[in-house]
């Protein structure tokens, strides 16, 4: 089977690897039917010291049940679903209390996906982490598909960052981050009830997709000066800033524009080390994040939204590529020329 790897910082391509078996009781096999290009993906695509041939860091996919373990109750061959980022057991306090992406059995990478830009994945911990779709992928537009595929990472984890903020009904949000987990943040917050939701983007493909999706406004200065924009707009500080892209400059853009008392939802994979919780001691600030709950996420909220047409998070992918083209889905979301790549395999 076709599988991608990391050729040298900066490209990708495909080779042909032996196609994965059942190794544990709770693996299942999964057909690929749509995969995609994460942002996470690009910082080891752009990593000067990748090592020739490294397996590729993808992630999400739908896709068709092939073979199962035979400790396998919840799914059989034949089945469409959703495979998930994460792993979690649905049986520890964790994942009882909705945070199976940091599940307790399951820890660090065990609990994550990885290679998942390939034609075949052995998907392990499977039992109750897989999401079922109603029907089979003929039944549905590409558009749908689309959707389908954001529930097995960006829709939940934007989803998460407002959850974990807690927005409410009638709070002010400001969205630090225009790729597609910032863009879903905007149609989680829009969900919650937020009352207005500033997106800061200096982009207009990206903040005409935020405004279509119910942002309120859009920022495009950054600092202090962002900050000040901000306010202007929300006649004060923001109840709640959901950060969404990983770097010290994001961390600090989203505490300087919420009041004091507020409430920070990170899901960007941190990039820096030097962000200590006592800074925020002085704002009385709540701060939470971390790996997004996709499972309980799509089980309890999200797959019905998308089948009931109620939000489309499908439309953060903006370039369809076949699986031969990897290198072009990385290049254009590398240079922003896409927002999200999406990858068919037929």
């Known amino acids: 089977m076709k599988s991608v790897v990391y050729s040298k910082a900066g490209q990708v391509g495909l080779?042909?690897?032996?196609?994965?078996?059942?190794?544990?009781?709770?693996?299942?096999?999964?057909?690929?039917?749509?995969?995609?290009?994460?942002?996470?993906?690009?910082?080891?695509?752009?990593?000067?010291?990748?090592?020739?041939?490294r397996l590729n860091s993808g992630h999400e996919a739908i896709g068709i049940v092939e073979e199962i373990g035979e400790a396998i109750t919840t799914v059989k061959p034949g089945d469409f679903v959703i495979a998930p980022f994460t792993h979690g057991c649905g049986e520890c306090d964790a994942c009882h209390d909705g945070f199976d992406g940091t599940c307790d059995r399951h820890l660090g990478n065990s609990n994550l996906s990885t290679g998942v830009q390939a034609e075949y994945i052995r998907f392990h911990y499977a039992n109750w982490s897989l999401v079922k779709i109603p029907g089979q992928p003929s039944d549905y537009t590409e558009a749908m598909l689309k959707s389908f595929l954001s529930l097995a990472d960006v829709m939940p984890t934007g989803y998460h960052a407002?959850?974990?903020?807690?927005?409410?009904?009638?709070?002010?949000?400001?969205?630090?981050?225009?790729?597609?987990?910032?863009?879903?943040?905007?149609?989680a917050a829009k969900m919650r009830g937020a009352s207005q939701i500033v997106l800061m983007s200096r982009y207009k493909d990206r903040q005409e997709m935020a405004l279509a999706s119910g942002a309120t406004a859009v920022v495009e200065e950054r600092g202090e000066e962002g900050i000040a924009k901000v306010r202007e707009i929300l006649g004060g500080g923001a109840d709640v800033a959901l950060e969404c892209v990983g770097t010290e400059a994001s961390i600090d853009q989203a505490l300087g524009v919420l009041h004091n008392g507020g409430r920070m939802g990170f899901v960007g994979v941190p990039h820096h080390n030097n962000r200590t919780i006592g800074s925020t001691f002085a704002q009385n600030i709540t701060v939470a994040g971390g790996a997004a709950s996709v499972t309980t996420y799509d089980?309890?909220?999200l797959l019905k939204a998308v089948l009931d047409g109620d939000i489309n998070p499908g439309r953060v992918f903006t370039d369809s590529y076949s699986l031969e083209d990897i290198d072009q889905a990385y290049k254009d979301m590398d240079e922003r020329k896409a927002i999200k790549s999406i990858i068919v395999i037929e």
């Open 162 to 187: 407002a959850r974990v903020a807690d927005v409410k009904p009638g709070d002010k949000v400001v969205v630090i981050g225009d790729g597609a987990v910032g863009q879903c943040a905007v149609i």
């Open 299 to 301: 089980k309890q909220i």
């Open 15 to 53: 080779v042909e690897v032996e196609r994965p078996q059942i190794k544990e009781a709770d693996d299942v096999i999964i057909r690929i039917v749509r995969t995609c290009v994460c942002g996470t993906d690009l910082w080891t695509y752009r990593n000067p010291n990748i090592k020739e041939g």
